[in-house]
């Protein structure tokens, strides 16, 4: 092989890969594989009765509805402002695109107590809800609205700098075929961003699985009834149920395998439309 | 067919265009010619809807269409980057125009596929219909995007930049053939170029514009010979230009005479052959203005060094308020 006038000596290259894999053994690989023996500590049948307790399965069942609620939510959401900062000009486009960044800059603990002091019972809207015999805080949609605002940048971010990059010309071209908005966008923008809106809604996914900081603020830990698989974990730790735990762990650490896997086959398609577009 | 009357538009602070007026007869290829930020494809996105004027009217077949969006003017528009939509085949591009009609205007799918390949064979692409945009050529994109345009039966065909992603053979190829389609079909056309070779062999009548105004309209032959402004001269062809008196006088590279008693004198600092000519480059003596003559290569080459005197025999004056007297010298 010949010498690329950027590449490093072979000993500089041998040095940093070894570092680099050390680096990912320790705090990637080391904790994964704890998390599957911890759980398989006591065989596949301890694990799988874990799993089949009445609080877990609950606990499973709820991850499951958010995510069903909030990623759809956030696909719209994340599409819906993604369009609007890339092909119109309007008043207040810097302040939107800051504000899409803004779940990510914000603790999720300050996320989560943000809902509190809205809908909370002390909260400012707290005495109407009670009026009106509506539970948000301590209940299903007070989960549902703060993994929706934690998880609401995944989608527009992937989107909007793939949607700068191809411009407005398509849209053009098809309106000016006589295609009306809606068979537009239905027929030419949704096609040109299918991949890098499923990677957003991937990732979405994960996060609105995973969320452990805001959903346990608002949660309030009820079990059955409140608790998500995250929060499940915590206190079953609490509680020196380690196989039950980890179990519990090992399901979100599979969902957290498959999302890669998935992301990175789409990468690969990803990379095979970039490098066919030109 | 196309009345534009006072357009003006304005980008934030930016003025891109100052009250142009113009008129397009049926059937004219017309060239918007001006160098990158002189209003051209403002001006063609205006004609074809993409974008509204602040205050002008634009009138196409005696109709007002100065409020009209887009999609009801029946314009075709083809994009300097080809626009296609790279999801569909060639042929399902070819009869987007077609597929997204409704109600009693809606085509069956038999006869949309028919027209596609119909306009295929006419951009010369048969048999390609089932390829995507991808696996086709930078030249073979853009007659498929001009097939695009043409099968909503437009009444005006606007081009933007349609050559600019090409490189020199194929533009070459592809102009001559837009010409050759121009004549067959007879639709009234606009494009808008940077390249002045472009306009000059394409066009009825060229548009030269500068800053957002309208400098000179004419055939080519006439914006070349008799260019009106110093931009026009200046932008339009190549252009010496010699101080003088109350202005400055312009003389094409080939508008000189060569001879012992010249009243000019450059001294050559650079020779090479340009096409059947020699083009020597220098310095004036006296004014020590940078002069470009061509000389014909029928002769020996000009040496460097070598002092060369001529009499530019056709010249136009300007004066600095922008008057203009031109003709031959004696």
Known sequence: MSQQPTSESPLARAALITVALTFLGFFLLLPLLAVFSEALRQGAGPFLDALHTPDALAAIRLTLIIAAISVPLNMVFGVAASWAITKFQFPGKALLITLIDLPFSVSPVVSGLIFVLLFGANGLFGAWLAEHDLKIIFAVPGIVLATVFITFPFVARELIPLMLEQGKDDEEAAISLGATGWQTFWHVTLPNIRWGLLYGVLLCNARAMGEFGAVSVVSGHIRGETNTMPLHVEILYNEYDFVGAFAVASLLALLALVTLVAKTVLEWRFGLHAGARH | ?330
Request: hydrophobic fraction near 40%; aromatic fraction near 6%; proline fraction near 5%.
């Open chain 2, 1 to 330: 067919m196309i009345h534009l009357r006072g357009i003006t538009k304005q980008f934030g602070d930016y003025p891109a265009l100052h009250g142009i007026d113009l008129d397009v007869a049926p059937g004219e290829f017309i060239a918007l010619l001006g160098p990158s930020g002189s209003g051209k494809t403002t001006l063609l996105r205006i004609i074809a809807g993409l974008e509204f004027q602040d205050s002008g009217t634009v009138l196409l077949g005696g109709e007002d269409v100065s409020r009209t969006p887009v999609a009801d003017r029946h314009v075709g528009f083809v994009f300097q980057h080809y626009a296609l939509f790279r999801h569909m085949t060639v042929a399902d591009n070819v009869a987007f125009g077609l597929s997204v009609r409704r109600g009693k205007h809606r085509i069956a799918k038999a006869a949309r596929q028919a027209r596609a390949e119909e306009l295929l064979r006419l951009v010369q692409l048969e048999g390609l219909g089932s390829r995507y945009p991808g696996q086709l050529s930078g030249g073979q994109r853009q007659r498929v995007a001009l097939a695009r345009a043409l099968a909503i039966e437009p009444r005006l065909l606007l081009l933007d930049e349609p050559f600019g992603a090409l490189d020199a053979k194929v533009r070459k190829d592809l102009r001559r053939w837009l010409r050759d389609l121009h004549k067959a079909m007879g639709l009234t056309s606009i494009f808008v170029t940077h390249d002045q070779e472009e306009a000059l062999e394409l066009a009825d009548r060229v548009v030269v514009m500068s800053q957002g105004r309208i400098e000179q309209i004419g055939a080519p032959d006439a914006v070349y010979m008799n260019p009106e402004t110093p931009f026009v001269s200046h932008f339009v062809g190549e252009t010496n230009r010699l101080p003088a008196s109350g202005g400055e006088i312009h003389f094409r590279p080939h508008e000189i005479t060569v001879t012992p008693d010249g009243s000019e004198a450059v001294l050559v600092d650079n020779v090479f052959r340009k096409g059947a000519v020699w083009r020597a480059e220098g310095l004036l003596e006296g004014s020590g203005q940078f002069v470009e003559l061509d000389l014909p290569s029928s002769q020996d080459a000009p040496r460097l060094g070598q002092t060369i005197r001529f009499n530019p025999h056709r010249a136009r004056m300007f004066n600095a308020d922008g008057d203009h007297t031109q003709g031959d010298l004696p």
